[in-house]
């Protein structure tokens, strides 16, 4: 153990850890009904009948913490020294359900729940919004109370909603209720579609091991590739675990993305107004969710931007608080540090 950790500042920022997630009963038990009666995708049924009904010491603890939104995160906070937390209903949110009425209640009642959290615990917990995908114009009316009446920071989506992403038509109510609203738009994995997830589940590849990264980066890419951000040039996209690793592919995605434009092949790619990494550096954040490793910190700074580039721990799929004393020692300067641990995430989430 290099140091204490302690909240309230004490190495010279707060911490605010930005993908933090919960559950409540009303969403796991309809999720658990569906893989029960055989009608989850194949990606959900990897993952919540395994987190669903393990009794291992990890899917315990995981269901426990998912569960309470009191004193034990609280005091898991304190113990890693996190002092703040940005909330979210885990994934796959109400992506797993077929019926838009039930996926409406659960996002609405999940809502109200994370409310009244945040008002018990105002200096330490921040609300993200959930959504109904499957019910795009409700969705776009459930972000403005998310905003205007609950006081929420950003909307999380789970990335493909039956294997349909967002910068498909249908989802455009979406789209622009978060620009319209300025609403960070944070896409989270969830388990792999039927027709995405092949043999990896079988392969033991398919969660936040691996898969995870290749559907939420191929989601984000349909973002910039498509010209979402032409024409919502204010919206900003969150991306957690490192921005899924499209800073690293970056220079090869952007070479081979305008080879294929000048090809002609595709009639879905048309030359965009930017280079994609102007997209990364005007529409993008990332977070360290899962991945506190300095290499790949910097250099997500380096291609992104030391603005763009958020601490995040993943409470309480990944909550090692050792994790947190690498982040504080890494080497880095220290306005650079604080605006990585603390002021990013204040600017973006508006806190
Ligand atoms: C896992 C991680 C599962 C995350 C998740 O949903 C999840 C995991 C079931 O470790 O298997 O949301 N995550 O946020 O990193
Ligand atoms: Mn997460």
């Known amino acids: 153990m290099t140091h204490e950790l302690k909240t309230g500042g004490d190495r010279g920022y707060l911490r605010i850890a930005t993908e933090e997630a919960f559950a409540t009963a009303e969403q796991l038990d309809a999720i658990m009904r569906l893989v029960k009666e055989g009608r989850a995708d194949k990606g959900t049924v990897s993952l919540w009948g395994f987190y669903g009904t393990s009794a291992s010491e990890r899917t315990t603890f995981i269901r426990e913490r998912l569960l309470d939104l009191g004193p ?13 937390a940005v909330l979210a209903l885990t994934s796959p949110g109400t992506q797993s359900m077929h019926d838009p009425e039930e996926a409406r209640r659960i996002a609405r009642n999940a809502n109200d729940h994370l409310k009244d959290a945040c008002e018990r615990y105002p200096d330490r917990f921040h609300g993200m919004i959930a959504i109904a995908p499957l ?7 459930e972000l403005r109370r998310g905003k205007e009446e609950l006081g929420f920071h950003g909307v999380q989506v789970n990335s493909h909603t039956h294997g349909h992403y967002l910068d498909e038509a249908q989802f455009d109510p979406i789209l622009r ?8 738009l944070y896409i989270h994995p969830q388990g792999l579609p039927d027709d995405m997830i092949g043999d990896m589940a079988n392969a033991g590849l398919d969660g936040a091991v691996y898969g995870f990264a290749v559907e939420t980066s191929y989601h984000a890419l349909r973002l910039l590739t498509t010209g979402v951000f032409d024409r919502y040039p204010s919206l900003q996209l969150v991306l ?3 921005a899924e690793g499209l800073p690293f592919w970056i220079d090869r995605t952007n070479y081979m993305f305008n080879a294929g434009v000048r090809s002609q092949r595709y009639d879905r790619l048309k030359p965009l107004q930017h280079s994609l990494h102007h997209y990364l550096r005007h529409n993008v954040w990332g977070t360290t969710s899962g991945l506190p490793s300095p290499a790949s910190i910097r250099l997500m700074m380096e291609v992104m931007g030391e603005d763009r580039v958020m601490y995040a721990m993943d409470y309480p799929y990944q909550y090692v608080p050792d994790e947190v004393r690498l982040l504080d020692t890494m080497d880095m300067g220290e306005a650079q540090k604080r605006k990585f641990f603390q002021a990013n995430a204040e600017t973006l989430f508006k806190l």
């Open 72 to 84: 034990l995160r609280i005091a898991a906070m304190d113990e890693a020294g996190i002092d703040k």
């Open 135 to 141: 019910d795009p114009e409700w969705s776009a009316e």
């Open 177 to 184: 209720a978060c620009a319209d609203l300025d609403l960070p």
């Open 240 to 242: 957690g675990h490192g």
